[in-house]
T-cell receptor, first 116, second 108 residues
């Protein structure tokens, strides 16, 4: 597609349930990133993928959070046993990866997650 | 890790005014981006500018990498410029570290 696509755009669920968030990167982008934005704050890094591998998952807040990527394309972020503090907008970004050079990251519109 | 500070935290302008937003960072970077987050939450790329100067219409940005700061200039501001402006940097070849943003409100 033309841009990064995320689904669902909104998700409301009860505390304790598991949720799965999806990200479709820009076609041809080998790097994919997940960020979280709490209300009124900046973005916090969660994890990034280069191809299907995750060189840096240092931002995942707890072992309830996991992510995977398949086919160097779609990625899913899973939150198990959701807690109210997980309420936030989850943003995905993708970029080209040209050796050691950095490329700009392009963001999707995010998934707004609300835990009741 | 690298620290990113943005100033001012809030800014109110009358339509037509000019403004300068600043981003200071604590270490050398190989990626710096400016974003505009509109009132609907969409994060729009403005500039990819690890060094040098770029212009796009009424917006321009300058990064002085040796002095570890970047400036975003908005000229002839419009109400549609309202929102939060974020600076984000990367020095490890991966994640972006975001500042806390500057919230801009342009009044008609």
């Amino acid at each position: 597609g033309a841009g990064v696509s995320q689904s669902p755009s909104n998700k409301v669920t009860e505390k304790g349930k598991d949720v799965e968030l999806r990200c479709d990167p820009i076609s041809g982008h080998t790097a994919l990133y997940w960020y979280r934005q709490r209300l009124g704050q900046g973005l916090e890094f969660l994890i990034y993928f280069q191809g299907n591998s995750a060189p840096d998952k240092s931002g995942l807040p707890s072992d309830r959070f996991s992510a995977e990527r398949t086919g160097e394309s779609v990625s899913t972020l899973t939150i198990q046993r959701t807690q109210q503090e997980d309420s936030a907008v989850y943003l995905c970004a993708s970029s080209l990866w040209a050796g050691s050079s950095n490329q700009p990251q392009h963001f999707g519109d995010g998934t707004r997650l609300s835990i009741l | 890790g690298i620290q990113v500070e943005q100033s001012p935290p809030d800014l109110i302008l009358q339509e037509g005014a000019n403004s300068t937003l600043r981003c200071n960072f604590s270490d050398s970077v190989n990626n710096l981006q400016w974003f505009h987050q509109n009132p609907w939450g969409q994060l729009i790329n403005l500039f990819y500018i690890p060094s040098g100067t770029k212009q796009n219409g009424r917006l321009s940005a300058t990064t002085v990498a040796t002095e570890r700061y970047s400036l975003l200039y908005i000229s002839s501001s419009q109400t549609t410029d309202s929102g939060v402006y974020f600076c984000a940097v990367d020095n490890q070849g991966g994640k972006l570290i975001f500042g806390q943003g500057t919230e801009l409100s342009v009044k008609p």
